[in-house]
């Protein structure tokens, strides 16, 4: 059965491969060779571009790509009162790569004053597109669950309990501005709940004074503030996933570790779930989906250009469907395109391909 409200049969996590034009007026931003203003106008144009492929391929859900972007989460943090920009010692190791050395610190008071400034790129979406307009915003819990301690002000934060009221205040200020604007489709990209099910990552936490097991809990609970005043036509949605950056990840584990947080402590109304390599574990943990609540099974790669088969699909949707109902389930990839601005290596033919192909198969499954 088709779904007239999201998450959609086919859908997607958000950001898409930047194009050549977009890369080159970054660089020349940042060479002062043009203006802010100049590179807003490329950023316009390119957004309307892709606007148009989504329609074009069938997505009933439309992102601008995330083309204003560096970063899937530190352009987004950088926006609240008492975040700023950090210049870490070093990057982030993922399986193959370091990430560039940028990070947030927090210098004073959590708090959004006024309404985010991706608000802005929300409303210019919806002012483009005649199909339901997507933002992608990090979760809470992105702003001190990496593995590499978030600096913040003691003086600011004496105590880690008013940090976490005041964080969770500020997104829920931030997720209202939202909806005020209109906004009625809102995803939270939620990577550390997923890398909690990962014994390493576990670990580091430890390591740097945290207990791991509590903070799942801690993450749900903000997850639960953010969307505390939405209107009751607004749909949230959460993505989960182990790191996505130049084609290679940060973690593995299945869900079982976090399942009773995730299905029964989120209040959430869907989830996009990783399932595109064993890395993810296997489906059982979907048999804790609450009735009323979506899951979109992410089992096309964005790491690769390579187009999986739609039998396979097929495939593995009957095998999810075993565990819940296969109405509560959806498609997608397994996260987006270019969670940074360096994006995956596939080309972007290859990246709308992927994305026809989860039209066509969601379309053979549940119908038109």
């Not at 309307?48 to 972007?69: H, M, P, S």
């Not at 990209?189 to 509590?214: N, S, T, W």
Request: glycine fraction near 8%.
């Amino acid at each position: 059965m088709k779904r007239t409200k999201p998450p959609f049969r086919a859908d997607h996590v958000g950001s898409l491969l930047r194009p050549a034009a977009l890369h080159d007026a970054r660089a020349k931003r940042a060479k002062g060779e043009i203006t802010a203003e100049q590179l807003k106008a490329i950023e316009d144009r390119e957004i309307e571009r892709v606007i148009k492929k989504q329609e074009e391929v069938g997505l009933q859900a439309v992102t601008d790509g995330e083309f204003r972007r560096s970063w899937w989460h530190l352009d987004f943090l950088w926006g609240l009162d008492g975040a700023q920009k950090h210049a870490m010692d070093a990057g982030i190791h993922f399986a193959a790569v370091t990430t560039r050395n940028e990070g947030v610190q927090v210098t004073g008071k959590l708090g959004m004053a006024g309404p985010h400034p991706m608000v802005e790129h929300f409303k210019f979406v919806a002012a483009h597109t005649t199909r339901m307009p997507k933002i992608t915003i990090p979760a809470p819990s992105a702003i001190y669950g990496r593995p590499s301690r978030t600096p913040i002000d003691k003086t600011a934060y004496p105590s880690m309990d008013r940090f976490w009221d005041d964080l969770g205040q500020a997104y829920k200020k931030a997720v209202r501005g939202f909806a005020d604007a209109g906004c009625r489709y809102l995803q939270l990209d939620e990577v550390f709940i997923a890398m909690l099910c990962d014994d390493h990552y576990r670990q580091q936490m430890r390591d740097r004074g945290d207990d791991p097991d509590k903070l799942g809990p801690l993450y749900a609970d903000l997850i639960n503030v953010a969307m505390s005043d939405i209107p009751p036509d607004m749909t949230i949605t959460m993505h989960l996933c182990r790191g996505n950056y130049k084609s290679t990840f940060m973690g593995t584990g299945g869900y079982e570790a976090e399942a009773e947080v995730l299905f029964n402590k989120i209040n959430v109304h869907g989830y996009f779930m990783e399932y595109d390599t064993e890395r993810a574990g296997g489906f059982e943990p979907l048999r804790l989906l609450p009735k009323g609540k979506q899951v979109v099974l992410g089992l096309v790669t964005t790491k690769t250009g390579k187009l999986e088969s739609k039998d396979e699909l097929k495939r593995r949707i009957e095998q999810a469907a075993k565990f819940c109902d296969i109405d509560q389930l959806c498609l997608s990839g397994q996260c987006g395109f270019a969670s940074t601005e360096e994006g995956n290596t596939l080309t972007e033919d290859e990246q709308w391909a992927k994305l026809r192909l989860i039209v066509e198969v969601a379309e053979e499954v549940w119908g038109r």
